[in-house]
């Protein structure tokens, strides 16, 4: 009798056993599709970027298109930075314009108030003049 239940006992862990390594073997070919489908994805991923060296040609012009962009950048700045220049020494111009400006019309201004004072000595005497030339 105990040799039947060791049996029985026996024929259970087999059967469980069995039951497992089906589990395994069907754990195992899942991730074999698994597998297939990453490297079908992997493949048409290569196709789509242009071949195995395509990402070294990306990364090639990816530099020099930064290189270009760089140097373009660098013109920009050397002609912004002359502009600079070339305005600060326009701004003196004018600043400096501004000042004779303010000067000749101070000038003027006296210049003209002298004209007006040597009219009317002029007016004055003119008319001095008449007054003694009518009385005499």
Partial sequence: FVY??????????????LAKIEDEKEKIKNLDLQIKRMEKSKKD????????HMSQEVQVAAKK??????????QALKRFNSILADNKKKRELIDHL??????????FKKLEKDLADTKKGIA?????????????
């Fill in 45 to 52: 991923q290569h196709k789509q970027m242009g071949g195995v």
């Fill in 65 to 74: 298109q930064v290189a270009v962009l760089e140097n373009r950048l660098d």
């Fill in 98 to 107: 501004r000042q004779e400006k303010v000067i000749f019309e101070n000038l």
């Fill in 4 to 17: 039947m239940c060791k049996r029985v006992i026996d024929k259970d862990k087999e059967d469980e056993n």
């Fill in 124 to 136: 004055i005497i003119t008319e001095e003049k008449y007054y003694s030339l009518r009385s005499t």
